[in-house]
């Protein structure tokens, strides 16, 4: 009865007005239908038709995009589109890459220091006591092996020489006097006694000489270049060179470190040892303390990933685990594990320190992607597949995974192009997009 009696009041409201605000769309439309006023307004946003048998319920509103096929939504659930142009995907340095099958690399991480080479780091040693006469290298010069670096003045050297010329010359002549008598008992005109003690002193003679070259060698000196500089001190006897040692380098490297000047006393007592140290830093070591409860997963020929940080400026370099020490620190309880790292650019300085990633599993996967190729919508791991009008999204499961790869076990299949950088932007996108939806 009082729905009766609304009616005309309802129309005369519409005959002066048209729709009355505040009357629900669905209200206006019955009244439209009775005559007693025109039909609503379109919405603003275009809305799907509805069915007659359903006319009362809101349409649905139009998805960012297009979904896929029925089955394919029911198996990826809400899967939407982004709408892309090449060039808009380019501009936005958005990079695809083809999907494929690979490796899972699982590491260990631990801290580690740059330490040298220990096969590659020697010491140039004072030999002999002596005074240092020369200093022919600098910090920072590169050598060769067998380059004179330092030169000593030495007595010993000088005694060593002396002993080796004077054996030469004893030796000479007792050659001479040895050879004369060999030919007077092959003519009966020496006794036979005379010639026995010439052979005996030949003997004796040369095995001094034998003695004062090997002395000379085990102080690194060359037999025929002390007679050849002796012959040349001959024309220049003040400035005799038999006092001289040369130290030479014993391996091609790098001068790090010298430790004596010019007249400083060495090889003696208390006095210095050693006079340079030479390096070849185009192999470092890195020094790792693996815990024990690790210790079982690395072995020796492990490849193990060396760098100084986290950022993009930092160093980062490709080793291989030489030595693992069967002993364990007995503070620590840890093993060292040595790790040998090219260095050819010399990057790598020693005392530095540094995080190393040891290679302790590695898992073949049928289909491997980027940890970046993934995102996180509505609680679930999407990649964005290319297709021909931009990306659509794929809901995805994944299984293994290491530091920087997850595998795929359904969503996805070997040879499909899918977005690995920059992928947050698609999402921000489809995330925007759905918002405007749900307004």
Same mark, same amino acid.
């Given at each position: ?252 490297? @790098? ?9 400083? *006393? /060495? $090889?003696?007592?208390? !006095?210095? #040892?050693?006079?340079? +140290? ?107 597949? @290319? ?9 995805? *499961? /994944? $299984?293994?995974?290491? !530091?920087? #790869?997850?595998?795929? +076990? ?30």
């Amino acid at each position: 009865m009082r729905a009766l009696l609304l009616l005309p009041v309802l129309a005369a409201g519409i005959a002066i007005g048209g729709a009355v605000p505040g009357i629900a769309t669905h209200t206006q439309g019955a009244l439209a239908r009775l005559g007693l006023g025109p039909a609503p307004a379109a919405p603003s946003t275009p809305a799907a038709k509805p069915d007659d048998d359903n006319h009362d319920q809101p349409a649905k509103p139009a998805a960012h995009g297009h979904t896929g096929e029925e089955g394919e939504g029911k198996e990826h659930g809400e899967a939407g589109e982004i709408h892309m142009t090449a060039e808009q995907i380019t501009s936005q340095e958005i990079g695809t890459a083809a999907v494929a099958g690979g490796t899972l690399s699982r590491h260990l991480v631990v801290p580690g220091t740059v330490t040298p080479d220990a096969d590659r780091l020697v010491r140039v040693p004072a030999r002999v006591v002596g005074t240092v006469a020369e200093m022919r290298k600098r910090l920072g010069d590169k050598v060769q092996k067998g380059d004179v670096v330092a030169v000593l003045d030495s007595r010993e050297v000088a005694d060593a020489k002396s002993d080796f010329l004077t054996a030469g010359v004893q030796a000479e002549l007792q050659k001479i006097n040895f050879e004369r008598q060999q030919k007077l008992i092959s003519s009966q005109a020496t006794a036979q006694v005379s010639f026995d003690q010439a052979r005996a002193s030949y003997q004796e003679s040369q095995l001094r000489l034998d003695l004062a070259r090997q002395k000379l060698s085990a102080l690194g000196l060359n037999a025929a270049e002390v007679a050849a500089a002796a012959k040349r001190d001959e024309a220049t006897p003040n400035q005799s060179s038999l006092r001289l040692f040369p130290l030479r380098a014993p391996m091609d490297g @790098r001068i790090v470190e010298r430790k004596v000047d010019v007249g400083t *006393k /060495v $090889g003696g007592e208390g !006095d210095p #040892a050693d006079v340079y +140290t030479i390096a070849d830093l185009s192999t470092v070591w890195v020094e790792l303390a693996v815990p024990t409860t690790a210790l079982l997963n690395v072995a020796e020929g492990a490849k193990v990933l060396i760098g100084t940080g986290t950022d993009e400026k930092t160093l980062r370099a490709e080793g291989q685990v030489v030595f693992i020490s069967p002993f364990l620190n007995a503070d620590t309880r840890s093993a060292r594990v040595i790790v040998a790292l090219p260095n050819p650019d010399q990057t790598w300085r020693p005392g530095t320190f540094v995080t190393a990633a040891v290679a302790i599993a590695e898992e073949t996967v049928p289909v491997r992607v980027p940890r970046t190729a993934l995102q996180t919508l509505e609680g679930k791991l999407v990649a964005f597949v @290319r297709t021909d009008k931009g990306f659509e999204r794929r809901t995805v *499961k /994944v $299984g293994r995974s290491d !530091d920087d #790869a997850f595998e795929v +076990t359904e969503g996805l299949a070997a040879g499909d192009e899918i977005a690995v950088a920059n992928t947050f932007l698609l999402k921000a996108e489809l995330g925007k997009a759905e918002a405007d939806h749900d307004d």
